[in-house]
């Protein structure tokens, strides 16, 4: 098949302006310079072994993580409680609910994270910590939990359910068997979408996080300095290829299911 | 004949509109019953409360001479195959036939031998390993019914499965449900919106319109002996003429008279249907022999292969429908012929 010359300019260009940044950063981590770029000054490991070697760094490493998983798998969940009502039932105040879904993504993050600052610590009096931080991200993520899994229960076709408790299934066994793993790109495109939305932050974290430090804030903290830089980027350069391993986990598992399939064989 | 189903004074409403109203019926053991009738008729809520996705608002429901109308539907001993067939997409073959069995738990080498004899019976051996979307519709269609047969239900439930197939495929199809029908010796309840399917396949009909039943009978009785207009008009068209009937002599405004037999309902001078099938009726330019003749012009003329179909005006305005089996250029009338076409009494069929 003859594709035009146009749009493979275009994925290159597109496939450059993703990659090229992140390349970059990977590359002069390993710059054996202060500055975050060119001139060359030889290939050097001393950023990448600082960072290993600061237990600070590894803390502030594992926190993310623990966050962002718990992050992703709460908010997962809690977007599969909104999404089946949501898209399912019809009942009082199913718009308002949706709009309300919404309002996470139009509020600055500085604001939703001034806002829980003053319900969680000031008038609940909770001690800022990963969980308070946790809290925090949730709000974040639902709605892009909520939505990706409504998208993906729009397009369910409830038939496939009263075909499974036709043939004797129960309630619980139809979602197990047919149901969930017919959401299931869904739940992967959701789990990926709300940890990344977790790593990424470090608006929210300052203000919840406490002393606890994620990755973001304790780059912020590093760059303060301009001898903190290169170490900054070896640690930031360890969280991209991560995240580059969990996208690829994630989504090639999720789009999979739905690459065309082998076209069928003569009708009759 | 033992029942397998029956329905007394089944209603249901969803919010205010009556889907079905009041219908009772019952289906024996082994028989191939069909709801007829046009779409919005409540033929598929009829078949959803046999198969209990939908709960009758009055009346009940029993199977196999149990009470059923509250039973859940994985608790009843039906099966019912869906309108778009419902395969599950992410399972094969092998795991769509045997999703009921292993949810009852029967031993592998059971479950394995079941589903050979399955893809046996509807030609498909060798297809355990093959995923939905690389089947054709018709391989899907098959799939489907066995997936549901497997169970051994007592009974069958059709929901209009052969919609979404082109004419050649349905027609094959229709032969294969049949087959597979005597072979399993299972009770059949089968929707259709499509007489021909219904007239080939069923021991007997029920012609559904707006939530009722209309009329009960073998394939035969319902084509040649319609109870009302509506019945006469939706299964195989009819010719139909208004008079007012006495002693076997119906009198039509403007064309005269027309014997008839009287039917069972008739008694003295009222106003009757008579109904008469655009096959049943000859056309020539000379007519012997036939208790009805009348003189007509062919306005239309449509040669459609094996059979030819026109369109004539009677003195009277009104126009007929007469269908002949094609025999020839010489033969064929074109439109301005003058023609008589006729009938006999007995090849007609009165109602009130």
Redesign the interface.
């Known amino acids: 098949m003859r594709r035009g010359k146009g749009i493979t300019i275009y994925f290159y260009l597109f496939m450059l302006v993703i990659f090229l940044p992140l390349l970059l950063l990977l590359v002069f981590s390993f710059n054996d310079s202060f500055s975050a770029g060119f001139p060359w000054r030889g290939f050097t490991l001393r950023w990448w072994e600082t960072f290993f070697a600061d237990p600070v760094a590894l803390t502030t490493v594992k926190n993310s993580f623990v966050v962002a998983v718990t992050v992703a798998v709460v908010a997962t969940l809690m977007g599969l409680g909104v999404a089946f009502p949501l898209v399912r039932r019809v009942f009082r105040g199913q718009n308002v609910l949706l709009s309300a879904l919404l309002v996470p993504i139009a509020v600055p993050y500085l604001l939703i994270g001034i806002s829980l600052f003053s319900l969680l610590r000031v008038e609940l009096g909770l001690e800022l910590s990963l969980f308070t931080l946790a809290i925090g991200h949730i709000l974040v993520a639902l709605p892009y939990s909520s939505l990706v899994l409504m998208a993906r229960l729009i397009g369910f076709?409830r038939?496939?359910e009263?075909?499974?408790?036709?043939?004797?299934?129960?309630g619980f066994?139809t979602f197990r068997?047919?149901t969930f793993?017919?959401i299931k790109p869904g739940i992967y495109v959701s789990m990926f979408l709300t940890f990344t939305v977790s790593l990424e932050d470090a608006v929210i974290a300052t203000f919840l996080g406490g002393s606890d430090q994620t990755v973001p804030m304790f780059v912020f903290g590093r760059l303060r300095r301009w001898e903190g830089l290169p170490m900054a980027m070896a640690l930031s350069s360890f969280m991209v290829l991560i995240a580059l391993v969990f996208a690829c986990l994630f989504l090639i598992r999720a789009v999979r299911?739905r690459l065309p399939?082998?076209p069928?064989?003569?009708?009759? | 004949m033992k029942i397998d189903v029956e329905l007394k004074n089944v209603t249901k409403k969803f919010g205010d509109v009556v889907a079905v109203d009041d219908v009772s019926l019952w289906v024996g053991k082994c028989e191939f019953f069909s709801l007829l009738g046009p779409s919005g008729c409540g033929k598929t809520t009829t078949l959803r409360m046999i198969?209990g996705?939908e709960k009758p608002t009055e009346g009940e429901v029993y199977i196999g001479g149990e009470l059923m109308t509250d039973v859940?539907?994985?608790?009843r001993p039906?099966?019912?195959i869906?309108?778009?067939l419902?395969?599950?997409?992410?399972l094969n073959v092998y795991d769509n036939i045997s999703?009921?069995l292993k949810?009852?738990k029967l031993p592998k080498d059971e479950i394995q031998r079941k589903v050979k004899e399955m893809l046996n019976l509807v030609r498909l051996s060798g297809y355990e390993k093959r995923?939905i979307?690389?089947?054709?519709?018709?391989e899907q269609q098959r799939i489907a019914i066995v997936?549901?047969l497997v169970?051994e239900p007592t009974v069958l439930l059709l929901d209009e499965p052969l919609g979404p197939l082109?004419l050649k495929?349905r027609e094959?199809m229709v032969v294969e449900l049949k087959r597979i029908q005597r072979e399993v010796g299972t009770t059949f309840i089968y929707v259709t919106h499509d007489q021909g399917e219904a007239l080939t396949m069923s021991d007997r009909i029920a012609v559904m319109k707006d939530g009722r039943v209309l009329q009960i009978g073998t394939p035969m009785k319902i084509y040649e002996q319609p109870k009302s207009r509506f019945i006469a008009d939706f299964i195989g068209r009819s010719n139909l003429f208004e008079g007012s009937c006495a002693d076997g002599v119906v009198e039509v405004d403007g064309l005269g008279r027309i014997i008839a037999e009287p039917g069972p309902q008739t008694s003295d001078k009222h106003s009757v249907l008579i109904c008469a099938k655009p096959e049943k009726i000859s056309i020539g330019r000379k007519l012997k022999g036939l208790d009805n003749i009348f003189d007509g012009e062919v306005k239309e003329t449509y040669y459609q292969g094996r059979v030819t179909t026109y369109r004539v005006l009677l003195e009277n305005g009104s126009l007929i429908t007469v269908v002949v089996l094609s025999s020839g250029a010489k033969d064929i009338f074109k439109p301005g012929a003058k023609v008589k076409v006729g009938w006999n009494k007995r090849d007609v069929n009165m109602m009130m």
Do not use: C, M, V, Y
Request: hydrophobic share 35%; net charge positive.
């Open positions: 076709d038939s496939l009263e075909a499974a408790q036709d043939l004797g299934a129960t066994t068997k047919i793993p017919l299911p399939a082998p069928p064989r003569g009708r009759g | 198969s996705f859940p539907p994985f608790k039906t099966n019912l869906f309108q778009n419902a395969l599950f997409p992410h999703f009921g949810i009852k995923k979307k690389q089947l054709s519709g018709g997936r549901a169970n082109d495929l094959e």
